[in-house]
C-alpha cells in the first residue's frame, strides 16, 4: 500500500512538471501563428475582472464629405457587387447603408464635418492615419481583389501585416480578407 501511495505521489508529480511545462511553452510556434500578445500590467484590469464588453458590434459607420458621396457609392455597389440603400434621418444629406449577408453592415454620414483628405488617396501608412480601418470577408478574394485593381482602387501594404490595403474615396482604409481567415 505505501509502495502503492509512493508511485502516485510520484504520478501526481510528474503530471504537475508536464501542466507547468506546458503553461510555459508557446504552441503558436508550433503552428507558424504570430507571436503571442504582450500584456503589461498596465494593460490589465485595475481589478482583474472579466471585462464587461465582450465582442465588437455588426456595424461601422463612418462620416464622409458629401462631395465624395457618388464615389463612395460606385465602389461598393458597381465594384464589389454590395447592395446600397439610402436612408432618411432628417439630416442634411441621407445616410448610405451598406448590408451584408450576415446580418452585418456598415453606415455612411455625408457631412461637411467631415475631415478632408484632400486628393492624394491614401496609398501609404503616412495618409491613412485618418480612422478606423475596416475588414471586410469574403469567400472570393481573389474575385475581389482583381475587381479593385480592375478599378484602379489605391492600396498599399501595411509593415506590419501582409494583407493589401485599399483607400476608398474620402479616404476610408479597408483590406479584404478570406472568409476563414485567422489572425490579427
Given amino acids: 500500500m505505501i509502495a502503492q501511495l509512493y508511485l502516485f505521489v510520484k504520478l501526481v508529480d510528474f503530471i504537475k512538471l508536464v501542466l507547468v511545462s506546458l503553461a510555459h511553452h508557446d504552441f ?91 486628393p492624394e488617396p491614401a496609398d501609404n501608412d503616412r495618409q491613412a492615419f485618418r480612422g478606423a480601418w475596416i475588414e471586410f470577408r469574403t469567400p472570393d478574394l481573389a474575385g475581389c481583389l482583381q475587381r479593385l485593381d480592375e478599378a484602379a482602387v489605391p492600396s498599399f501594404r501595411h509593415p506590419g501585416s501582409s494583407h493589401r490595403y485599399f483607400s476608398a474615396p474620402g479616404g476610408q482604409v479597408f483590406r479584404m480578407i478570406d472568409i476563414d481567415y485567422q489572425g490579427p
Avoid: N
Avoid at 445616410?95 to 484632400?118: C, H, K, N, T, Y
Fill in 28 to 118: 503558436r510556434k508550433d503552428f507558424d501563428m504570430p507571436p503571442t500578445p504582450v500584456t503589461t500590467p498596465a494593460m490589465k484590469s485595475p481589478a482583474l475582472r472579466p471585462s464587461p464588453i465582450v465582442a465588437l458590434g455588426a456595424r461601422v459607420h463612418v462620416f464622409l464629405r458629401p462631395e465624395r458621396r457618388e464615389q463612395f457609392t460606385r465602389l461598393f455597389r458597381d465594384v464589389l457587387g454590395c447592395s446600397v440603400e439610402e436612408l432618411e434621418f432628417g439630416l442634411p444629406h441621407p445616410i448610405l447603408w451598406v448590408p451584408l449577408p450576415d446580418g452585418s453592415g456598415f453606415s455612411i454620414e455625408f457631412s461637411e464635418l467631415a475631415p478632408d483628405p484632400g
